[in-house]
């Protein structure tokens, strides 16, 4: 019951997002390939990552990932950005041109959740939050993100 009902949310929110980019695309605003989109949506979960750890994260060789990192910024969607600690580091940051094409698919996101919380009592929200606490969980035993954090269950922050 609860992998089909997660399947099906996942499936919709993957399908209105590509509506979305082919609606744009249909007006020549998106430039990224498929390969391009990922690595712009991992290099915003890994929030700020230096080139390095983008390509131990994906597993592509240094200069892979460089080459991807160039295309990228010479598109206009990522920039580097030099470490304030450490003036040898650069960080990769995701341009305002790349948020306004992600925000496709988080504004819709912010949507439904809007409409979710008008038809939940704010219990039914507590154990929503927790079953997604949960999952977020279980998803980082295999995907390690610096910047994860629990979602709010109006229990005290831990």
């Not at 744009?24 to 230096?50: D, H």
């Not at 990228?72 to 990522?78: A, N, P, R, S």
Request: with cysteine; hydrophobic share 35%; net charge neutral.
């Amino acid at each position: 019951m609860i992998y089909n009902a997660f399947s099906n949310v996942y499936t919709k929110f993957k399908m209105h997002f590509y509506q979305e980019v082919f609606k744009k695309w249909g007006n020549r605003e998106v430039s990224l390939t498929t390969v391009e989109t990922f690595c712009m949506e991992i290099i915003l979960a890994l929030n700020k990552p230096t080139v390095s750890r983008f390509a131990e994260f994906t597993s592509l060789s240094s200069a892979n990932a460089a080459d991807k990192v160039n295309k990228l910024i010479g598109k206009g969607y990522l920039m580097k950005v030099q470490s304030e600690k450490d003036r040898r580091v650069y960080h990769l940051e995701v341009t305002q041109k790349y948020m306004d094409y992600y925000n496709i698919s988080y504004q819709y996101m912010n949507t439904v959740m809007k409409r979710v919380e008008e038809r939940l009592s704010p219990e039914e929200l507590k154990i929503a939050a927790k079953v997604l606490n949960v999952m977020d969980e279980e998803l980082t035993k295999e995907v390690r993100l610096e910047n994860t954090s629990k979602y709010e269950t109006g229990d005290t922050a831990e």
